[in-house]
């Protein structure tokens, strides 16, 4: 296993307001700017599938391989040789919430893979969470 990405943080909203976030799938470019749209076929729970449209790239299609609600959401992409792996959870502690993103690459062909598009993922997993923590934070403030 090849790990591209990773991303830390806390927050003072609670672990379900990420988890909302994160199965809602239309609000993904205000958070992942290099996603054009995402779309999944029903309603998304572990087994879901769907398809996703990075910015400059081709459409990829995803299942969503672990969904426990205000804990966990994992979404798994099939290449040629190789499977890309984002894993997002959201831990409850007495200050607020511990936030976690880790973005890894498995299979014949990971290392390939991660040559062509692993840089991306190191530069964007933090930045992506960060964004993801001042969206949720700016709509508890205004609630």
Known sequence: MIELG???????????AFFAKWVDHDT?????????????????????????????????KFTVSACEPGREYTDTTKLPGATLVFLHTATATPEGTDLRVLVTMDGPLARVWAAVMGKGFRESAQADLDRLVAQVEAEVEAA
């Open 6 to 16: 990773r991303g830390r943080s806390t927050s003072i909203a609670a672990p379900q």
């Open 28 to 60: 993904w470019p205000t958070w992942s700017p290099d996603t054009e749209w995402v779309r999944v076929d029903g309603p998304v729970r572990t087994g879901t599938t769907g398809v996703l449209k990075p910015k400059g790239g081709p459409r990829v």
